[in-house]
């Protein structure tokens, strides 16, 4: 993913503009889960692969959509468009109403396979003489860029909106899709909590009318073997709470429920892949850790370990590091068992760079 890119004044909306009517339409396909076994079934996390892209973008009272959501935009939109390659067109446009009386334009720009798709965020203004201008604040590219239904839906009550979008790959690597939140306020601000991983849903998990953001730690990718999509993952949870997102795995451990049941099916069945069943197993050991049961995840620590000394499990990619890694790994975490997130609060070895510093993030004692 290119870093968001920040520029000055882009555009003047001016007598100069050409005019034009765009043709272009805001598609809503099905809901989809895209990643490893996704299962749409599933009331929560369907797997931690998966990023969860509701496509079923719906205006609101905070989001219009279309070429038509304001009448200046299809004659601003010319404009833009006269400022990129010829085959690029803005296949999906949504105004947003922000803080302080100001416009935000998000557009998502399409073009042939020479070029990754982008969305572009802008703020629309009016100068002292009643100009309309636009500032270009920030863009986004990858494989495959798709607004996300919760965008504009009011996610955090007594905030700014919030534009949430999927980069996606093309391919199987799982780690290189997430979703991104930006917030429409000052120069657009990205909310994404990275700290707790890659974000990969969004929904309101104990209907109280705040969102909860779902990340997936992918420190463990590719453990058992090399395949793109191959874990173990871990969810990790976070609350907004006064305008910043917060750890709160243990709060929401019944919503992992269905999630657990559907690893457990593949952990117990003879015929698939050892691999397959020695990751299912693992990603439950460390959700049972992770939200605080650790009686739990002690138990799937003893089935992984009879696995992995079984006849087929000696013949596993990573056995001798996960025997001697994975109890480390409950040792660490049951320290800080009164936190949110007792796994990611732990510094275990073996983790990705950067995870002292997402442990201290994990650590805030005014949310334990």
Partial sequence: MAPPSRFGIWAV????ARAGVLAGTLLLPASQAVGDDADSSMDYLPTTTSVCLDQNVQASDRMRLGADAAPWLPQMLDV?????????????VALFEGTDDRQYLATIWRGNSMWAPRIEFHGAVRDADGRLKLHYYRYYRHDVVRLHAASGQGLFPGEAPVAVFGLLNQGSLASGSSLRLVQMKRNTVDITPDAAGRLVDVRDLDDDGTYEAISVDDSWTGFYDTRGAAGPFMPVVSARVDGRFVPACRRFRPYHAPWNDHR???ARDADKYVGFRAEALTQVMLTHAQTGAFDEARAMLNTLIALLNSDDGRKLLGREAALDHFPDVLARAERYADLPCPVLA???QGMHPGADSRSDYLRFEDYR
Avoid: E
Wanted: hydrophobic content about 50%.
């Fill in 80 to 92: 833009l468009k006269a400022n990129r390659p010829p085959a690029w067109r803005p296949a999906v």
């Fill in 13 to 16: 909306f001016g007598r100069g």
């Fill in 264 to 266: 457990m099916r593949i």
């Fill in 346 to 348: 732990a510094v275990i």
